[in-house]
Nanobody
Framework: VQLVESGGGLVQPGGSLRLSCVASGFPISTAAMSWARQAPGKGLEWVSGIYRDDSTTYADSVKGRFTISRDIVMNTVYLEMNSLKPDDTGVYFC????????????????RGQGTQVTVSP
């Protein structure tokens, strides 16, 4: 199993980025996938998840600004991020979520190395 994130970078407040997570070793159609982030000096924070049935869920802090999606053919998960704020700065990880108790969280079966997102004037 391998997850490789890309698409991070430096963006001004109000800007947009699209993160990609290419999965290999398993079909993402069989997994619940999450995006999580870690800000400097802080713990891991769950951001968004997509179930096997394509239903999605978001943390309150990103709801209405971020969109998670997936391409089964490309075996890739995406995170579209709009109206970015400095508080969105951090390393963003893609992960296979264990969905403990039926809820997304930071209990991951596997995760990638992450991609840096910096939101700054």
């Amino acid at each position: 199993v391998q997850l490789v994130e890309s698409g991070g970078g430096l963006v001004q407040p109000g800007g947009s980025l699209r993160l990609s997570c290419v999965a290999s070793g398993f079909p993402i159609s069989t997994a619940a996938m999450s995006w999580a982030r870690q800000a400097p000096g802080k713990g891991l924070e769950w951001v968004s998840g997509i179930y096997r049935d394509d239903s999605t869920t978001y943390a309150d802090s990103v709801k209405g600004r971020f969109t998670i999606s997936r391409d089964i053919v490309m075996n890739t998960v995406y995170l579209e991020m709009n109206s970015l704020k400095p508080d969105d700065t951090g390393v963003y990880f893609c992960a296979i979520d264990r969905v403990v108790g039926g809820s997304f969280g930071i209990d991951f079966q596997s995760r990638g190395q992450g991609t840096q997102v910096t939101v700054s004037p």
